[in-house]
């Protein structure tokens, strides 16, 4: 380990925390981590990283904690109260929230760090399960020039695309926009895979052509498999998704922006999760145009 490097803690190590957190120790990143569940401390220990059994533990060390938990609520958890992140990290540490949140749960988290000396950017990212994998995901960033110019060198072990967009709440923002884009297209893409397989067509064969075009699409590229198989193992959850277009709906029209088709997509997401597939990858919005279309949803 090269001890120049500031030392990290980690909150947070599921389906994208733990790839991340990886992707920082394999760049020599000194990264202490705690999160609920043993195993996944045991897997971030295996990768050559320390664990901790508590945030206290976890955080009193680090020069940057990154937290990457589900919802506003847990990050509003993990980081106030006596065993929280801003009783426990060292003044002048700089914490990377990367959990996808309202805007107003991220500005309220930099006014509440800023008064114990501690420094904030909200860095919510796209590129789901495989973009953590592969360290190639979109960061969107609020917050300081200078925090982000110091969050810099880390940022770009876990990601392709790093972009301040504005102040904190910023980057949330970009990420709820990012979210209404991801959902819509691929209902889209659903509705265009049972509209091919209804009519005859040999499916595989008409995905690659329309991912060709102007219809081409990185959801399309990332999703093709999970249409053609109906593999919905989880890469990002419909329980996240429907949390994120709950928090875009919301902000939108806070903001006084229509969001007609937005609006549509999210009540087609909760209905999918009333229907017991929650937990789910978001591909599976195939499985509800199925039902519309009078086909049983294939397991």
Not at 202 to 207: G, K, R, V, W, Y
Request: hydrophobic share 45%; net charge negative.
């Amino acid at each position: 380990m090269s001890n120049d490097l500031p030392k990290v803690a980690w909150i947070g190590l599921g389906i994208m925390g733990s790839p991340m957190s990886e992707n920082l120790i394999k760049a020599g990143y000194d990264v202490t981590g705690h999160t609920l569940e043993q195993e996944k401390i045991d897997r971030l220990v295996a990768a050559g990283g320390t664990g901790a059994g508590s945030i206290a533990e976890a955080v009193r060390d680090a020069d940057v904690v990154i937290t990457m938990v589900p919802a506003s609520p847990q990050v509003e958890a993990i980081a106030y109260g006596p065993g929280g992140i801003l009783e426990n990290a060292r003044r002048g540490a700089l914490l990377i929230d990367m959990s996808s949140i309202t805007p107003q749960t991220s500005v309220d988290l930099a006014k509440n760090a800023k008064e114990m000396g501690i420094r904030v950017l909200d860095a919510p990212v796209s590129g789901g399960e495989a973009g953590a994998i592969e360290a190639v995901l979109s960061i969107m960033v609020g917050g300081e020039q200078s925090d982000f110019d110091a969050a810099q060198p880390v940022l770009q072990a876990l990601g392709r695309t790093i972009v301040l967009c504005g102040p904190h709440g910023s980057g949330q923002t970009v990420k709820a926009a990012n979210q209404l884009i991801v959902a819509v297209n691929i209902q889209a893409c659903a509705e265009a895979v049972v509209f091919l397989e209804k009519s005859g067509v040999d499916l595989a064969a008409a995905l690659d052509v329309l991912n060709g075009g102007l219809a081409g699409s990185t959801v399309l590229t990332r999703k093709k498999d999970n249409f053609l198989k109906r593999d919905f193992a989880p890469g990002f959850r419909i329980d996240l998704h429907h949390k994120d277009m709950g928090i875009v709906t919301d902000a939108a029209r806070n903001v006084g922006a229509a969001l007609p088709v937005g609006t549509v997509v999210a009540q087609l997401v909760a209905s999918l999760r009333a229907q017991g597939d929650g937990g789910l990858d978001h591909s599976a919005l195939l499985r509800s145009v199925e039902r519309l279309s009078g086909r049983p949803a294939q397991a």
